[in-house]
């Protein structure tokens, strides 16, 4: 089963606890041609997209993951890059779950910045180096039910958040920037949430993650051989480059081995 389903993982969850969760092939967050190159590589069944990369990188192509479906592969996103596309891509079969998921499926125009977050070098773990926007919104909006905070500022430290290069946002950037800027009536409420915030930030990305693990793990259809396709997709040249650059990149290791 481990083989025959791959998860594309990076800094919503920790390797070896979503592995407890769910026995897979885990590979870095996903490409553009990194789906190609799964499903090139031996036979797949299931395919989930948690965490994804972009910006130095080309980010995984609609096209390819629309490909893994008409192969009859079971394809699931949430937490992330995979919460982004399966919203984008549900219509089509791609099976989204949990809160991110659902928030970007209802969101009109939501940012694709609010899941981003700095994160090491692949061969280092690709581990946060920051925390998500969304999971800032969360955050101060459990503080100010809980009284720890008022509107005014919560609003504020959002605002600020978001003005923020998500390589730069972290709790403690937020903060630094709203005792610089916010008014000095506002500023004493920010070391009782630094506080706080310690030790009840949420963390829905994580959550996220381990509850789609879960769901798989469970899934009667694990099993299962896979369905028939579920609709045509033309291997137009976008997949055809990925395959290309698949023998490509395979003839240079070979070279060099």
């Given at each position: ?12 969850l ?51 993951l ?18 982004l ?18 928030w ?21 773990g ?26 005014e500022l ?12 998500f ?21 004493p409420?920010?070391?009782?949430l630094?506080?706080w ?14 509850s ?7 899934s ?9 396709k ?14 290309s ?7 240079l ?5």
């Amino acid at each position: 089963m481990s083989d025959r389903t791959i998860v594309f993982l990076g800094p919503s969850l920790d390797l070896d606890l979503a592995a407890r969760h769910l026995p897979a092939t885990y590979r870095p967050p996903v490409e553009q041609g990194d789906v190609v190159e799964a499903l090139s590589s031996g036979p797949v069944d299931t395919l989930v997209v948690i965490d994804g990369s972009f910006g130095k990188v080309p980010a995984v192509r609609h096209k390819e993951l629309l490909w893994a479906l008409s192969k009859g592969v079971r394809v699931f996103g949430a937490a992330s890059m995979g919460a982004l596309r399966a919203a984008e891509l549900a219509p089509f079969g791609m099976i989204g779950h949990g809160f991110v998921y659902r928030w970007y499926r209802a969101t009109l125009l939501a940012d694709d910045d609010e899941v981003a977050v700095a994160m090491t070098p692949v061969e280092l773990g690709a581990r946060p180096l920051g925390d998500a926007l969304i999971n800032m919104r969360l955050t101060l909006r459990r503080a100010e039910r809980a009284a720890v905070i008022g509107t005014e500022l919560r609003r504020a430290l959002i605002d600020g958040a978001r003005r923020l290069h998500f390589l730069r946002r972290t709790y403690r950037a937020v903060f630094d920037q709203a005792r610089n800027e916010l008014p000095a009536s506002l500023v004493p409420g920010l070391d009782r949430l630094e506080a706080w915030v310690a030790d009840h930030a949420i963390d829905v990305k994580r959550d996220d993650a381990i509850s789609l693990l879960r769901l798989v793990a469970q899934s009667p259809a694990k099993n299962e051989p896979m369905q028939s396709k579920p609709f045509d997709v033309t291997e137009s040249w976008a997949i055809d480059l990925m395959q290309s650059n698949l023998w490509e990149r395979a003839g240079l290791q070979q070279s060099r081995s």
